[in-house]
């Protein structure tokens, strides 16, 4: 397994996430001994690949994924959306960013750019019809790209649907995709799933990303979430892709790229 650190390439309402000034990020990164890093990317019109390829060459870091919840949460784009204009943006967007994916041989992360619907889930079910209709496009797209796309179960205060893993691994063989896989986060975990290690073993092979955080969206070790038994359960579906930090950059992004790194190596 490897490790990388979530950040956000531009400046970005989502406040557990380290943000501004990037490239210096990298640089510590690579400093510590990570092998990635995350970037969240929230219009990728402003951004340039060669600029990416610079630092990522220059600190030796793989891009590990990319982070698209910020067109919901900073621009208000879904991919569920009532109106067809709003989910035709949305789907765009992550279009660019499979795009950008393709030249870092990366993933694409869809998680709260699923978003909410418009509040409450309709007699119809409309939302998870025109999620539906968004997947199926998005993964026309990244297929004949070959680029994977994760889906992200997020907790149901964040969005309405595929919350759990359950619901995820059912979502995916409706899609029929193959190239949708699964990403697990165990700050959402803890609060979705009965059992950590029978959620790990459901998603077996599907996992293709993996978000650490304690419970409280803190570096492991500061909550109550055994992650001993999660690299065991981990190691145990023969996973080998990456252990991404996404937590608070408490007291500081430093202070905590160097105690998860330390933490979280003792582990694997
Ligand atoms: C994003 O990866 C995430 O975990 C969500 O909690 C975003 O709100
Ligand atoms: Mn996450």
Same mark, same amino acid.
């Given at each position: 397994?490897?490790?990388?650190?979530?950040?956000?390439?531009?400046?970005?309402?989502?406040?557990?996430?380290?943000?501004?000034?990037?490239?210096?990020? +990298? !640089?510590?990164?690579?400093? =510590?001994?990570?092998? @990635?890093?995350?970037?969240?990317?929230? $219009?990728?019109?402003?951004? *340039?690949?060669?600029?990416?390829?610079?630092?990522?060459?220059?600190?030796?870091?793989?891009?590990?994924?990319?982070?698209?919840?910020?067109?919901?949460?900073?621009?208000?784009?879904?991919?569920?959306?009532?109106?067809?204009?709003?989910?035709?943006?949305?789907?765009?967007?992550?279009?660019?960013?499979?795009?950008? +994916? !393709?030249?870092?041989?990366? =993933?694409?992360?869809? @998680?709260?750019?699923?978003?909410?619907? $418009?509040?409450?889930?309709? *007699?119809?079910?409309?939302?998870?019809?025109?999620?539906?209709?968004?997947?199926?496009?998005?993964?026309?797209?990244?297929?004949?790209?070959?680029?994977?796309?994760?889906?992200?179960?997020?907790?149901?205060?964040?969005?309405?649907?595929?919350?759990?893993?359950?619901?995820?691994?059912?979502?995916?063989?409706?899609?029929?995709?193959?190239?949708?896989?699964?990403?697990?986060?165990?700050?959402?975990?803890?609060?979705?799933?009965?059992?950590?290690?029978?959620?790990?073993?459901?998603?077996?092979?599907?996992?293709?990303?993996?978000?650490?955080?304690?419970?409280?969206?803190?570096?492991?070790?500061?909550?109550?979430?055994?992650?001993?038994?999660?690299?065991?359960?981990?190691?145990?579906?023969?996973?080998?892709?990456?252990?991404?930090?996404?937590?608070?950059?408490?007291?500081?992004?430093?202070?905590?790229?160097?105690?998860?790194?330390?933490?979280?190596?003792?582990?694997?």
């Amino acid at each position: 397994m490897k490790l990388s650190y979530a950040v956000s390439l531009q400046k970005t309402g989502f406040n557990f996430i380290a943000q501004e000034d990037w490239v210096n990020k +990298a !640089k510590v990164l690579s400093y =510590l001994g990570y092998d @990635g890093i995350e970037l969240s990317i929230r $219009d990728p019109r402003q951004i *340039k690949i060669t600029n990416i390829e610079m630092v990522l060459s220059r600190y030796a870091l793989k891009l590990a994924a990319i982070g698209t919840g910020q067109i919901f949460n900073d621009d208000g784009l879904s991919l569920s959306s009532s109106k067809k204009n709003i989910r035709q943006k949305a789907i765009k967007r992550i279009k660019s960013n499979i795009d950008i +994916a !393709k030249a870092f041989d990366s =993933l694409v992360i869809i @998680g709260l750019a699923r978003g909410k619907g $418009d509040g409450i889930r309709d *007699k119809n079910d409309s939302y998870r019809k025109n999620l539906l209709e968004s997947f199926r496009q998005l993964c026309d797209y990244a297929c004949r790209h070959r680029v994977t796309m994760v889906i992200e179960p997020i907790n149901r205060y964040e969005v309405s649907f595929l919350n759990n893993v359950g619901e995820a691994v059912r979502f995916i063989s409706e899609v029929k995709c193959s190239c949708l896989r699964i990403l697990l986060d165990t700050f959402h975990m803890n609060i979705e799933e009965k059992d950590f290690i029978a959620s790990i073993s459901q998603a077996g092979r599907l996992v293709s990303h993996v978000h650490l955080s304690d419970n409280n969206r803190l570096c492991p070790g500061r909550g109550h979430i055994n992650f001993k038994e999660i690299i065991t359960a981990l190691k145990k579906i023969k996973y080998k892709g990456y252990l991404s930090a996404e937590i608070l950059p408490m007291p500081s992004f430093k202070s905590c790229a160097k105690e998860f790194h330390n933490y979280v190596e003792r582990l694997i």
